[in-house]
T-cell receptor
Framework: KQEVTQIPAALSVPEGENLVLNCSFT??????LQWFRQDPGKGLTSLLL?????REQTSGRLNASLDKSSGRSTLYIAASQPGDSATYLC??????????FGQGTELSVKP | DAEITQSPRHKITETGRQVTLACHQT?????MFWYRQDLGHGLRLIHY???????NKGEVSDGYSVSRSNTEDLPLTLESAASSQTSVYFC?????????????FGPGTRLTVT
């Protein structure tokens, strides 16, 4: 059974720092991995999708990497801002399009 | 713009009542999914559908049912609401199942069962 773990569960950093969020999964037979952002009381916003054949994806200050063989993905946020404060979720897509989610990392960026 | 909507956004109901949560998407996606989000468990799959008249059970389907009579809608029904079903419910849709397709999520419905 696929399990997805995110470490740390919570992270507080001062504005301007570069930071890394971690996601690990137990079964390397994934179709893709998505990183989502969730603001309090809101839905999920897709940030980046990495296909199983890809190693990384970039969007603005965000860079996500994928190492299927080791079952790991990282989300790198450059020059963090208070507006980046949110919960970040990773999810792996298995056969049939079903997503398996980690429990998220709650990020707080202090001005 | 195409979107996915859920209604109601908030619902309080009593134990034993039947409750239906609506999900409507305007992307014309074949694939639709229902998840619930709970502290300590993250998001877990309840039911999903690959097209009209198709429904499948997910990881936590007990006490829930869905029906798919058209492409746009996948209502989620709680047959007899229980306090353990207090949660935030998210609907999602996807154009396809290949590795390059994203899932898009609705804003969620917060359900409280008293």
């Amino acid at each position: 059974k696929q399990e997805v773990t995110q470490i740390p569960a919570a992270l507080s950093v001062p504005e301007g720092e570069n930071l890394v969020l971690n996601c690990s999964f137990t079964d390397s037979a994934i179709y893709n991995l998505q990183w989502f952002r969730q603001d309090p009381g809101k839905g999920l916003t897709s940030l980046l999708l990495i296909q199983s054949s890809q190693r990384e994806q970039t969007s603005g200050r965000l860079n996500a990497s994928l190492d299927k063989s080791s079952g790991r993905s990282t989300l790198y946020i450059a020059a963090s801002q208070p507006g980046d404060s949110a919960t970040y979720l990773c999810a792996v897509k298995n056969q049939g399009g079903k997503l398996i989610f980690g429990q998220g990392t709650e990020l707080s960026v202090k001005p | 713009d195409a979107e996915i909507t859920q209604s109601p956004r908030h619902k309080i109901t009593e134990t034993g009542r039947q409750v239906t949560l609506a999900c409507h998407q305007t992307w014309n996606h074949n694939n639709m999914f229902w998840y619930r989000q709970d502290l300590g468990h993250g998001l877990r799959l309840i039911h999903y559908s690959y097209g009209v008249q198709d429904t499948n059970k997910g990881e936590v389907s007990d006490g829930y049912s869905v029906s798919r009579s058209n492409t746009e809608d996948l209502p989620l029904t709680l047959e007899s609401a229980a306090s353990s079903q207090t949660s935030v419910y998210f609907c999602a849709s996807s154009e396809g199942l290949a590795d390059y397709y994203e899932q898009y999520f609705g804003p969620g419905t917060r359900l409280t069962v008293t």
